[in-house]
């Protein structure tokens, strides 16, 4: 099959969403040398890069329409001799959402790490695209909206839930009269594309915006200037009630606008005018913190804030001076994202007796980087402890590739791994990287186009290729959409030579016909299907009559089946075989969750 070209990405049918339209983007050509990595499946196409105005080399199939990027993995020499394998988890997956003005297909991704893909999504903006826990089952979220993008960095849209069929069964929403910084702009929700984040409780943490004025006059600026006020909310999922609301703007006395460290009048922001409100603040990160309360990072104040379950300030560890803390060598941190808390493990601490329970660890994606230090840090992933007895900050591990360094200008996040791995998504820049517990690199994972860096290593693009958070997760897929089958039928010339009285004619060459056909099957997100048995008759409407054919394992995300013995068959119907459960159910690897098999249409044989 010919690559496409100029194709439109296929949208999903698993949901009835309605999701924004991708703006029209021209790409500009580019042409870079790439060692992709191989893929597995035999079907798969690969369209090289500047081939469609593309800036990466992407894959298409002959059952969909989709174009997933080809990813460009390697892998270290600690991982190839060590335990931990070439590939880690065999249920473990890549989650991604590729956008920006170079991605060639904006969707939420489920990909191996070997390249295949496994789900691809409806064309649309995805933030924060993974796998959460609600109330005890697996599902996705995702975050799609109205984006504002860089210098603004922000949004205004809704959460979306599916489960493990690939159908939405809750979106939330946020609404009121929030105001932006385009005049008389309204949102049917304005929860912001920075978080989403899941509680045991049934809750989801989000962040919002609203442009506001008030008194500038100490900075240097109007009195009734205009500013960003970041917020941030908890929402009964089941009912879309707002149980909790914080303000920044109601704690400038802990709070000051003073503290930011994206000054007024930064990238021409001067709060003069509703669209140059300032965003001083910049939250991006909301989560639970142990005992009780909240932790939220903001971006521009290079902190991370502890907030009571009244909505006080309980504390602040500043990146740059401490704050309320002392910072241990090595733990300073500014422009981050992905702040989390959880309990410090005792043996975590030197002595491995401590029993002190204001001990606190930190993670964070320490992108130093903004538009005013523009690679100057390296990005990293940073775990700090933190004593909240003697309010001191102690860097405990720092997660950077010294021979690839990446200078991420924005977005990314850290990801604990439940083997003791960390994994890192880069935001701006799209490359993945997975460490072990003690920082040395195992696996790099390339998607789309970045600047590379003199001596190894990436910058950020002005109009890069990005996904603003990315996971390594185990997944159980169950689509309960038929597979697509494609069927191409052939004829091959089979020479022979017989004599005259075997024919009653003249002897000589003769070329029989043979005619052969092959199957194309694939099934959007089904991770429990691990062999296709191909059947065929003469009728499309008696199943009865359809005879098996064939069996072949599933070979990456397009399997293809060859078939010979194919007289009489003018139909044919493709029946997935399921994981611990062979035809009908299959039993899934996670919760025990079980997966129906469902067959494909009855496709007929052209």
């Known amino acids: ?30 042409v870079q040398s790439l060692t992709a990595y191989v893929l597995a499946s035999a079907t798969t196409s690969v369209v090289p890069t500047n081939t469609t105005g593309n800036t990466w080399p992407y894959q298409t199939f002959r059952t969909v329409n989709f174009t997933p990027p080809v990813l460009d993995i390697s ?12 590939f880690g988890e065999e249920e473990e997956y890549l989650f991604f959402a590729p956008d920006g003005a ?71 929403t946020l609404a009121g009269n929030f105001v932006e910084h385009v005049p008389n702009a309204t949102f049917p929700s304005n929860i912001d594309l920075h978080e989403i984040n899941l509680t045991e409780n049934g809750t989801m943490l989000v962040a919002g915006n609203n442009v506001t004025q008030t008194d500038l006059t100490s900075l240097g600026g109007p009195p009734d200037g205009w500013v960003v006020e970041a917020q941030f909310y908890e929402i009964d999922i089941a009912t879309n009630e707002v149980l909790f609301a914080w303000k920044s703007l109601d704690h400038l006395d802990q709070i000051p606008l003073s503290a930011s460290v994206y000054p007024l009048g930064s990238e021409g922001y001067t709060g003069a005018t509703q669209p140059l409100a300032w965003g001083y603040f910049h939250i991006n990160a909301v989560g639970r913190l142990p005992g009780g309360g909240y932790i939220l990072s903001s971006r ?3 902190s991370a804030i502890a907030i009571d379950l009244q909505g006080n300030v309980k504390w602040r ?22 702040i989390r808390a959880y309990p410090t493990h005792q043996e975590q601490q030197p002595g491995g007796h401590n029993s002190n329970t204001s001990l606190l660890t930190l993670h964070m994606h320490d992108n130093a980087n903004s538009p005013i230090e523009n690679n100057t840090n390296p990005t990293n992933g940073k775990t700090l402890h933190l004593d909240l007895t003697t309010k001191t900050a102690t860097l405990h591990q720092t997660y950077l590739n010294t021979s690839g360094p990446i200078f991420s200008t924005a977005q990314g996040n850290y990801q604990a791994l439940p083997n003791g791995n960390v994994f890192l998504g880069h935001g701006w820049i799209p490359v993945l990287e997975e460490f072990t517990s003690k920082g040395e690199i195992l696996s790099t994972i390339q998607f789309g186009l970045a600047e590379e860096r003199e001596g190894g290593g990436f910058y950020s693009l002005l109009k890069p290729t990005l996904s603003y958070r990315a996971f390594k997760q185990r997944w159980v897929g169950c689509p309960l959409t038929k ?45 429990e299907v691990v062999s296709w048995e191909v059947w065929g008759g003469e009728s499309a409407k ?31 119907q493709v029946r997935p075989v399921m994981r611990h459960g062979g035809r009908g159910r299959g039993r899934g690897r996670v919760r025990g ?14």
């Open 1 to 30: 099959m010919q690559p496409t070209h100029g194709s439109t990405p296929h949208r999903a049918r698993a949901t009835d969403i309605e999701y924004n339209e991708r703006p029209t983007t021209i790409f500009a050509p580019w």
């Open 75 to 86: 892998h270290s020499d600690v991982r190839r001799q060590s335990h931990y394998g070439l």
């Open 102 to 172: 170079t991605a060639y297909q904006m969707a939420p991704l489920i990909m191996s790490m070997d390249g295949e893909l496994v789900w691809n999504g409806p064309s649309t903006h995805a933030n924060g695209f993974g796998v959460q826990d609600y109330l005890g089952e697996d599902v996705l979220v995702w975050w799609n909206g109205t984006v504002y993008h860089e210098p603004i960095g922000r949004g205004n849209g809704a959460v979306y839930m599916l489960d493990q069929h690939y159908e939405q069964i809750h979106k939330t």
């Open 300 to 302: 521009f104040l290079c």
């Open 317 to 338: 560890l500043q990146g740059q001076n401490g704050g309320d803390f002392t910072l241990g060598p090595g733990a300073e941190f500014c422009y981050q994202h992905d």
């Open 483 to 527: 597979p697509d089958v494609v069927v191409e039928k052939k004829k091959k010339m089979m020479d022979s030579t017989s004599s005259s009285s075997s024919r009653g004619g003249k002897g000589g060459d003769h070329h029989d016909e043979e005619e052969t056909f092959t199957v194309y099957v694939s099934q959007n997100g089904a991770t």
């Open 542 to 572: 008696d199943l009865d009559g359809l005879r098996w054919l064939r069996t072949v394992g599933k070979k990456g995300f397009e399997t293809a089946v060859e078939v010979k013995d194919c007289a009489g068959v003018k139909y044919i």
């Open 593 to 606: 969750t079980e997966c129906r098999s469902v067959d494909s249409a009855i496709v007929a044989v052209r």
